[in-house]
């Protein structure tokens, strides 16, 4: 019997946190977008990028989750509309995809921490594992935990942005303008890297479903909390970018020394460090949200015997899956070796091919089991619905071409991820052969 703490559920204003930090964690990671994209194409990338490959992934979410608002979330979705083989796919990239973009964060942390201390880089490995297994403990402890820890690092995040934003506004001595939207002078490969820096600061919204039986009232909060979410991250990346370009900033110092440069540039050293310490936060607070959705899918797997069944393990006095938190903490150990760059690209591609699963199982569903309660429901039939998925679909495509029309390690992440996805049917067929042995055993020797 699992103890009164255990059975806590989260709130949606918890919620919205943890989706704000599941999804994006603040602004810091889109530095590169002007490089990239330059003055005059950013903001337009920027504004329609989400359009076209978020808003279809909500939408798709949302009508989903309120016909099934149940841990393992995507997973389960996708099971139950595709079979259990595309279950166990879905499954899988998201696992792989999740490695690679928890690593991330330790290092973007150590990244922000040598803003105050240079020689930390130097242990970097040290620290980024103290960030891991310390985020692992607070998802150990359960959801409630996480959600006031990501309520008090929101706040954390938000509060140097808001600063950045209205110093910059009340020291500007000139006209505010608005670069004339171009993409004249655009290369595909910088267009294409461009669409993923956009892509990889907006996806993730699928991931904060998988512990839906962990919400209050999860179908009205979690179209409540992810209309909130997504429109304050909106809102942020528009308004910190429309400063930098207004600031002058150089853009490669501002890829290349984050946030905390802009911060010095407008009012000095100061601002600098509160920038950074809001780095700091965000990398902390999207670690510990992220590791608290993908630990949920091995466990919800392992019940269906596709993971082996230790994974499937809940700690007797927290009731969380321990040791599924455990081996994702472990992998991603390993990975924070990896540059950032390539996991920039790995982790974007894994990640579209899982959503397009969803994508069909949405389809799927609506002609399969029309009648079913939905009590959120895209407004479009089945040929609008195929329309509407074809958008992310598309912005999917062209940022892996414009990968493929570069040269170096792009092409090396992006033949990478391609394995990767390519994996899925490797350990598939494993589990097939182990299960036609069992079967051959108990039939011969039983």
């Not at 995507?74 to 490695?99: C, D, N, P, Q």
């Not at 040290?126 to 706040?155: E, M």
């Not at 950032?340 to 974007?348: A, R």
Request: hydrophobic share 55%; glycine share 8%.
């Amino acid at each position: 019997m699992p103890s009164p703490a255990a059975l806590k559920k989260i709130r949606p204003i918890q919620l919205i946190a943890v989706i704000f930090f599941t999804v994006s964690g603040g602004p810091y990671g889109l530095e590169p977008l002007l490089s990239y994209a330059g003055d005059h194409a950013a903001l337009i990338i920027l504004l329609i990028t989400p359009l076209l490959w978020d808003v279809p992934a909500i939408l798709t979410v949302l009508e989903l989750n309120s016909m099934m608002p149940v841990n393992g979330g995507y997973y389960k979705w996708v099971k139950h509309a595709l079979g259990i083989r595309w279950g166990f796919y879905e499954g899988w990239w998201t696992w792989l995809y999740t490695f690679v973009d928890l690593a991330i964060y330790p290092v973007l942390f150590v990244m922000y921490a040598s803003f105050f201390y240079p020689e930390l880089a130097q242990y970097k490995i040290q620290v980024c594992l103290i960030v891991i297994w310390a985020s692992a403990g607070l998802n150990i402890l359960g959801i409630v935990p996480v959600g006031k820890a990501s309520l008090f690092l929101s706040a954390i995040v938000l509060a140097p942005v808001v600063i950045v934003i209205v110093l910059a506004l009340h020291h500007h001595s000139g006209p505010l303008t608005l670069p004339a939207p171009s993409f004249k002078g655009l290369t595909f490969p910088s267009f294409g890297m461009a669409l993923y820096t956009v892509m990889w600061n907006c996806l993730g919204w699928d991931n904060v479903t998988t512990y839906a039986e962990e919400v209050e009232r999860p179908v009205r909060s979690y179209i409540l909390s992810i209309i909130i979410a997504f429109t304050l991250v909106i809102v942020v990346y528009f308004f910190i970018t429309w400063v930098a370009q207004q600031s002058g900033i150089n853009h490669t110092k501002f890829t290349d020394e984050g946030m905390p440069a802009l911060g010095e540039l407008i009012a000095g050293h100061w601002l600098g460090v509160v920038v950074a310490v809001g780095g700091m936060a965000s990398s902390l607070g999207i670690y510990a949200a992220v590791l608290l959705s993908v630990s949920r899918v091995p466990h919800v797997m392992a019940q269906d015997k596709l993971l082996p069944a230790g994974i499937n393990r809940l700690h007797k006095r927290f009731n969380t899956p321990f040791v599924s938190i455990i081996i994702c903490s472990l992998v991603v150990s390993f990975m924070i070796l990896w540059k950032l760059g390539e996991l920039f690209i790995i982790d974007v591609t894994v990640y579209g091919a899982g959503l397009s699963l969803e994508y069909i199982s949405l389809v799927k569903l609506r002609i399969k089991e029309p009648d079913r309660a939905r009590p959120f429901k895209i407004p479009l039939g089945v040929p609008g619905l195929c329309i509407l998925l074809m958008l992310p679909v598309l912005v999917y495509v062209i940022a892996l071409a414009g990968t493929f029309s570069s040269e170096g390690d792009a092409i090396k992440a992006s033949v990478f991820a391609i394995i990767a996805l390519l994996s899925a049917e490797v350990a598939w067929q494993r589990i097939a052969f182990f299960a036609r042995l069992k079967r051959w055993y108990k039939r011969n020797w039983s």
